[in-house]
């Protein structure tokens, strides 16, 4: 996607490592959705941030960042409070 042909490699240059991830059932997900802002989307954010933290490559801190239905979802996990997650970017959401 465009916008990440530029996030990411700002992120990359400031130190931060950084991953796309597309919802179950959307994009290159594998999986069915089975609606927006489901517990199940949101368990997935959490055990995505999880995964994040344990890599070799991370410093256990992860943070977020969505636009409209993602900036949406980055509330939703947010109030779920995943250990890992120390920051929220949420763009033009609810």
């Known amino acids: 996607i465009f916008r ?3 996030t990411h490699p700002y992120f990359a240059g400031h130190g931060y490592a950084s991953i796309r991830v597309d919802m179950r059932g ?3 997900s594998e ?4 609606d927006e802002y489901s517990e199940q989307e949101l368990q997935d954010a959490c055990d995505v941030i999880a ?3 344990s890599q070799p490559w991370c410093n ?3 943070g977020m ?3 409209s239905w993602g900036g949406f979802n980055c509330l939703q996990t947010a109030a779920k409070q995943p ?3 120390k920051a929220v970017i ?3 959401s609810t």
């Open 4 to 6: 990440d042909q530029l």
């Open 26 to 28: 959307n994009g290159d």
């Open 31 to 34: 999986g069915l959705m089975d």
């Open 51 to 53: 995964w994040a933290a």
């Open 60 to 62: 256990g801190n992860v």
């Open 65 to 67: 960042m969505g636009i």
């Open 83 to 85: 250990p890992a997650l």
């Open 90 to 92: 949420s763009l033009c």
